[in-house]
T-cell receptor, first 116, second 113 residues
Framework: KQEVTQIPAALSVPEGENLVLNCSFTDSAIYNLQWFRQDPGKGLTSLLLIQSSQREQTSGRLNASLDKSSGRSTLYIAASQPGDSATYLCAVPPPTMDTGRRALTFGSGTRLQVQP | NAGVTQTPKFRILKIGQSMTLQCTQDMNHNYMYWYRQDPGMGLKLIYYSVGAGITDKGEVPNGYNVSRSTTEDFPLRLELAAPSQTSVYFC????????????FGAGSRLTVL
């Protein structure tokens, strides 16, 4: 059974800092990984989707990396801003050989607060 | 373009009552999902559907039922509500499984007293 872990559970940083959020997964036979953002009381918004053939994906100040062999992904946020305050979740699809379950497995998220 | 629409946004139920959470998507997505999110936790899959007329259980299906009579709609039925079902429920859809970006609704916050 795929398990996804995110560390730390919460993070508070001053504005302007660069920061890294971590995601680890137990079964490396995945074909992509997604990072989502969730604002309080809202649904999830997809930020980045990394295919297994890619090692990095960038969108603005966000950079996500994927290392399948070690079962890890990181989300790097450059020059953090108060507007970045939210919960960030990573999610993986079923392992490529698992045809029985067809939905994403989510980590519990990292709650980020950027202090002005 | 509405995306994924969930209703109601908030609901309070008494123990033993029943209700249906509605979910509609206008993107012609084949795959639809219901997740629940408990405080400080990730999302757990309740049910999913790969197309009209086809549904399957996720991790935590007990106490819930779904149907998928059309591509657009995927309602979630709670029978005999229990306090353990107090949670935020999210509906999501995608064009195919895993490989495409998942689009989420805004969520339905349910409290069972």
């Amino acid at each position: 059974k795929q398990e996804v872990t995110q560390i730390p559970a919460a993070l508070s940083v001053p504005e302007g800092e660069n920061l890294v959020l971590n995601c680890s997964f137990t079964d490396s036979a995945i074909y992509n990984l997604q990072w989502f953002r969730q604002d309080p009381g809202k649904g999830l918004t997809s930020l980045l989707l990394i295919q297994s053939s890619q090692r990095e994906q960038t969108s603005g100040r966000l950079n996500a990396s994927l290392d399948k062999s070690s079962g890890r992904s990181t989300l790097y946020i450059a020059a953090s801003q108060p507007g970045d305050s939210a919960t960030y979740l990573c999610a993986v699809p079923p392992p490529t050989m698992d045809t029985g379950r067809r939905a994403l497995t989510f980590g519990s998220g990292t709650r980020l607060q950027v202090q002005p | 373009n509405a995306g994924v629409t969930q209703t109601p946004k908030f609901r309070i139920l008494k123990i033993g009552q029943s209700m249906t959470l509605q979910c509609t998507q206008d993107m012609n997505h084949n795959y639809m999902y219901w997740y629940r999110q408990d405080p400080g936790m990730g999302l757990k899959l309740i049910y999913y559907s790969v197309g009209a007329g086809i549904t399957d259980k996720g991790e935590v299906p007990n106490g819930y039922n779904v149907s998928r009579s059309t591509t657009e709609d995927f309602p979630l039925r709670l029978e005999l509500a229990a306090p353990s079902q107090t949670s935020v429920y999210f509906c999501a859809s995608s064009y195919s499984t895993g490989a495409n970006v998942l689009t989420f609704g805004a969520g339905s916050r349910l409290t069972v007293l």
